[in-house]
């Protein structure tokens, strides 16, 4: 079966520093995407940032990127120069593109971020 | 226009009840979805469609009634609820189930009471 874990439930940074959120994930498949949602008090669910898997270089969005280690199945997110508006729940999620009608996103638990002044 | 538009935004009903929530999107995709999502936790899929059609149902209560009158709209029928049932309903959609790019863009969701 297919997994995600994200191993941090909470972490807090202070406003300009930089934070990694760790995100590992098991599949035996190897055409895939890997997403990081934020889900702020607001509650809308905005996409981050995501990585083919068949793409070696590591995807990069503004301030945050990734280090995506394929082989050790590894998704971690770096947020650099961070925000108070970072503050959030990031949620690491997982789709298998061969799984045809029963394609659907796989989460991890969620790393609750909190960004100080 | 990348907006899934969700009403309404907060809904207290009755155990005895009848709603129903709205979802809207107007970017041409052809999957949507419902989402049932509890404090602190990730979304939970219950329901799938595909082209207007529904692919994947997560075993979710008939007190749950998923519809897609057409590619645009999803609605999600509520009837003799459970307070367990009080939740963050979550709309979501994306290009197609075949499509490369499977990116889901979210709506803001309803926040569910039930009394």
């Known amino acids: 079966a297919q997994t995600v874990t994200q191993s941090q439930p909470e972490m807090s940074v202070q406003e300009a520093e930089t934070v990694t959120l760790s995100c590992t994930y098991d599949t035996s498949e190897s055409n895939y995407y890997l997403f990081w949602y934020k889900q702020p008090p607001s509650r809308q669910m905005i996409l981050v940032i995501r990585q083919e898997a068949y793409k070696q270089q590591n995807a990069t969005e503004n301030r945050f990127s990734v280090n995506f280690q394929k082989a050790a199945k590894s998704f971690s997110l770096k947020i650099s120069d961070s925000q108070l508006g970072d503050t959030a729940m990031y949620f690491c999620?997982?789709?298998?593109?061969?799984?045809?009608?029963?394609?659907?996103?796989?989460w991890g638990l969620g790393t609750s971020l909190a960004v100080n002044p | 226009d990348t907006e899934v538009t969700q009403t309404p935004k907060h809904l207290v009903m009755g155990m005895t009840n009848k709603k129903s929530l709205k979802c809207e999107q107007h970017?041409?995709?052809?999957?949507m979805y419902w989402y049932k999502q509890k404090a602190k936790k990730p979304p939970e899929l219950m329901f799938v469609y595909s082209y207007e059609k529904l692919s994947i149902n997560e075993s979710v209560p008939s007190r749950f009634s998923p519809e897609c009158p057409n590619s645009s709209l999803l609605n999600l029928h509520l009837h003799a609820l459970q307070p367990e049932d009080s939740a963050l309903y979550l709309c979501?959609?994306?290009?197609?189930?075949?499509?490369?790019?499977?990116?889901?863009?979210f709506g803001q969701g309803t926040r569910l009471t039930v009394v």
């Open positions: 999620a997982f789709i298998e593109l061969n799984a045809g009608n029963n394609r659907k996103l796989i």
């Open positions: 970017m041409g995709h052809r999957a």
């Open positions: 979501a959609s994306s290009q197609g189930r075949a499509a490369r790019n499977t990116e889901a863009f």
